[in-house]
């Protein structure tokens, strides 16, 4: 236990690490004052021989960073925008459908005091011996939405009618350096004369009344006739010898007879290709307008089973049927 009370600084022969030269040369080199240097005040001295007191501040406040740039307005996020600006086109389309209703109600009501609205199409002479057999007035008729789709269908119905012209004078032209063409020339004439008004009848009309009054039948009465054309334009494209159509088929073989007259036939051709091009996608634009509208096969049902018991002739002929076989029953047997 002596051991371990004894003092080994105390030991004369055990140097004091303190007094150490190397130790005792870097503190005599030190800078003044570094003794009594205290990091937690304000570097005011103390007493003498005491380390310097800190003095508390008044005007200290914590360290708070200032942002270089100010934060975005949170008042209208980006799905705020999105909203407002939806709402925005849904009140401008419901002002345009309402001026849209006001003007039609304005014009019915023009049309009334007039003594009904009179037919305009064809536009025909009033010295004419035959008048005009339907109205038609697309900004009249039929609702915004849609009348953009009605005017490409009835200047597609017109570049139908065009190029039926243009193939009936190539036919022409081909009858005319070869004789034995006169088949082609003759059904040209037909065709003109056949799809011209069959077309506007049985495909232009039944889709401007469909957009008029929202009819389902109307519909599928166009999409019916209308893939019909479809093929029809497809036929005449290729333009097959002896149809009476100046295909690609036909203004080869024109060509080979006549170079002029083939380069007229190449050409009606690629109205042909461009007529069926057209057809089949302004089909399918009508086909999506359909979908967006009440339209269903359900209704076209009703509408046919109520068009057809609503028709003066159905009515009479059923009322023809039920006399006499009232009449008949009260007959008896001899």
């Known amino acids: 236990m002596s051991d371990f009370d004894s003092n ?4 004369p022969e055990i140097s004091n690490p303190f007094q150490d030269p190397s130790v005792t ?6 800078p003044p004052g570094l003794e009594e240097y205290n990091p937690f005040t304000d570097g005011k001295p103390g ?3 005491l380390a310097p007191k800190p ?3 008044s005007n200290t406040q914590p360290a708070i960073m200032k942002p270089t740039e ?4 949170y008042a209208q996020t980006q799905e705020q925008g999105r909203a407002t600006a939806e709402l925005m086109r849904r009140q401008d389309e419901l002002e345009k459908k309402a001026a849209e209703l006001d003007r039609r109600e304005r014009e019915m009501q023009s049309l009334s005091a007039s003594g009904g609205r009179k037919n305009n199409w064809p536009p025909l002479p009033e010295k004419f011996p035959v008048g005009p057999c339907f109205y038609h007035d697309i900004t009249v008729d039929i609702p915004v939405e849609f009348q953009k789709t009605v005017k490409i269908m009835y200047y597609l119905w017109m570049f139908h009618t065009g190029t039926l012209l243009a193939n009936m004078i190539g036919c022409l032209a081909w009858f005319c350096v070869d004789s034995s063409r006169g088949v082609d020339f003759g059904l040209a004439m037909l065709w003109f004369m ?5 077309s506007f009848v049985c495909w232009y009309r039944p889709l401007y ?3 008029r009054g929202d009819s389902s039948f109307r519909f599928f009465v166009f999409f019916f006739v209308y893939i019909c054309q479809f093929g029809v334009h497809v036929l005449q494209a290729i333009g097959l010898t002896g149809w009476g159509a100046s295909g690609w088929i036909s203004a080869l073989t024109g060509l080979n007879t006549s170079v002029p007259v083939g380069i007229i036939m190449i050409l009606i051709a690629a109205l042909f290709t461009a007529l069926a091009v057209m057809s089949i996608i302004m089909f ?3 086909h999506g307008l359909y979908r967006t509208t009440d339209a269903s096969f359900e209704k076209a049902q009703q509408e046919f089973a109520t068009g057809v018991m609503a028709n003066k002739t159905v009515q009479t002929a059923a009322a023809n049927a039920a006399s006499t076989a009232a009449r008949s029953s009260f007959k008896e047997p001899i």
Do not use: H, L, M, R
């Open 8 to 11: 080994p600084f105390a030991d």
């Open 25 to 30: 040369q870097v503190t005599q080199n030190a």
């Open 47 to 49: 007493p003498a021989g």
């Open 55 to 57: 003095v508390p501040s």
């Open 70 to 73: 100010e934060p975005p307005a």
């Open 194 to 198: 056949i799809f011209t008004p069959c």
């Open 209 to 211: 009344g469909a957009f």
């Open 284 to 286: 399918k634009k009508v």
